[in-house]
């Protein structure tokens, strides 16, 4: 009797350890796809942010946040891509929804202040970025600060941020043109072309500085182009940007002389030099 009760005991545990062991076994296995979904959806969100179409990614995000509405890596997919897609007033109403998130970060809040400068609205952007600790120093975080005292013409206090933007970065060109641009419409021509002269030996494929130096030059009544990197037809096109700069200074004949080079100097039809040209001489 005594070993059938052994018996029995046995057997139950045995049959206790293999339900165990099943049991497990298929936790585990549970847990490997979680963590390989887990895997796929940071993969397919990296995909849809950066190489897929913009409207494509929003279509996408919008059923994830759907299915996962306390997700916050969905709603920042999202209100990304409704950003990328140029659709700015609900990219700022998809970021307000994101930072309202327990997870939310103040670099999720920075992002939120840019999407409402997009949509312009700086007086919300400004009290956003007004929130955010000092202890937060990003590069973003300052250039939108320079941005919003700009457009209040806080000079002082925009070219403080605009420094300390282009500290925190190590592509400054684009924030250097930008304070260049600052400084332009300020009148304060000089420093204008030091800033753009700086953005151009940070990135010589920025047309847009090239083109607002040949500016700042111009209206100090300088029609000599600088020497920076230039393909033809750039030149061309920066010559025609010096030409209009001479005219509207009322050098005209100046200007004139210009146009002359930049249609000589395009490797096409340069139109709108032609244009101007032929109206001049008219």
Same mark, same amino acid.
């Given at each position: 009797m005594r070993h059938h009760s052994v018996l029995i005991a046995?057997?139950?545990? /045995? !049959? @206790?350890? #293999?339900?165990?062991?099943?049991?497990?076994? $298929? $936790?585990t296995v549970e847990r490997a796809f979680q963590d390989v979904n887990?895997? *796929? *959806?940071?993969n397919l969100n990296d995909v849809m942010l950066?190489?897929?179409?913009? &409207?494509?990614a929003v279509n996408y995000f919008q059923r994830v946040v759907g299915e996962q509405p306390q997700n916050i890596e969905f709603h920042r997919g999202l209100s990304q891509s409704l950003i990328r897609a140029k659709r700015n007033d609900e990219g700022a109403a998809a970021w307000a929804r994101t930072v309202a998130l327990p997870d939310a970060t103040d670099e999720d809040r920075v992002e939120y202040a840019d999407?409402?400068? %997009? =949509?312009? &609205?700086?007086? +919300?952007?400004? !009290?956003?970025l007004t929130a955010i600790p000092p202890t937060h120093e990003t590069f973003k975080r300052y250039r939108l600060e320079a941005i919003v005292a700009d457009s209040k013409q806080q000079w002082k206090k925009a070219d403080s941020f605009y420094e300390i933007a282009v500290g925190l970065t190590t592509s400054p060109a684009p924030v250097l043109n930008n304070w260049g641009y600052s400084k332009l419409t300020r009148g *304060?021509? +000089? *420093?204008? $072309?030091?800033? @753009?002269? #700086?953005?151009i030996a940070q990135d010589g494929g920025l047309f847009t500085a090239k083109n607002n130096l040949v500016l700042s030059r111009g209206a100090q009544r300088n029609y000599n182009l600088p020497v920076i990197p230039m393909d033809q037809t750039e030149r061309a096109q920066l010559l025609h940007t010096?030409?209009? =700069?001479?005219? +509207?200074?009322?050098?005209?004949? !100046?200007? +004139?002389g210009l146009l002359r080079d930049a249609i000589e100097t395009h490797p096409q039809h @340069?139109? /709108?030099? =032609? %244009?101007?040209?032929?109206?001049l001489e008219a």
């Open positions: 046995l057997l139950a545990g /045995a !049959t @206790f350890l #293999s339900a165990c062991g099943e049991q497990s076994g $298929e $936790e887990v895997i *796929d *959806d940071a950066t190489v897929a179409d913009p &409207n494509e999407a409402l400068i %997009r =949509s312009g &609205n700086w007086a +919300k952007a400004e !009290t956003i *304060d021509y +000089k *420093d204008a $072309e030091r800033l @753009f002269t #700086s953005a010096m030409a209009l =700069s001479a005219i +509207k200074q009322g050098d005209v004949e !100046t200007g +004139k @340069f139109e /709108a030099a =032609s %244009r101007a040209l032929a109206a």
